[in-house]
């Protein structure tokens, strides 16, 4: 079975740092591009980071410099380390198992989320 478990949100302050984590099957784990996505409520899902088997990275420009995604592939996880979390970072955050660094497609794998808020 297909599966993507996210763990790593919570309540933080401004400023602060979260790190999320991705635990994936290993099927899912050979397909090329794994990312972060999030949705905020009213808005639309947007990609937050991607990150390719061999290493390239496409990062929102709201996050750059701020956030780090990365994959341990032997242990088929994916993370996302965020720093200086800012109030409009609240979202909830989704894994994607997919094939493109720039967007999701029809064809991707989800996981169920994990909130993220950042408030005082």
């Known amino acids: 079975q297909v599966q993507l478990v996210e763990s790593g949100g919570g309540l933080v302050q401004p400023g602060g740092s979260l790190r999320l984590s991705c635990a994936t099957s290993?099927?899912?784990?050979?397909?090329?591009?794994m990312g972060w996505y999030r949705q905020a409520p009213g808005k639309e899902r947007e990609l937050v980071a991607a990150i390719t088997s061999g290493g390239t990275t496409n990062y929102a420009d709201s996050v750059k410099g701020r956030f780090t995604i990365s994959r341990d592939n032997a242990k088929h996880k994916v993370f996302l380390q965020m720093n200086s979390l800012k109030p409009e970072d609240t979202a909830v955050y989704y894994c994607?198992?997919?094939?493109?660094?720039?967007?999701?497609?029809?064809?991707?794998?989800w996981g169920q989320g994990t909130q993220v808020t950042v408030s005082s």
């Open positions: 994607n198992a997919g094939w493109s660094l720039i967007a999701a497609t029809q064809w991707d794998y």
């Open positions: 290993g099927s899912i784990f050979s397909i090329n591009v």
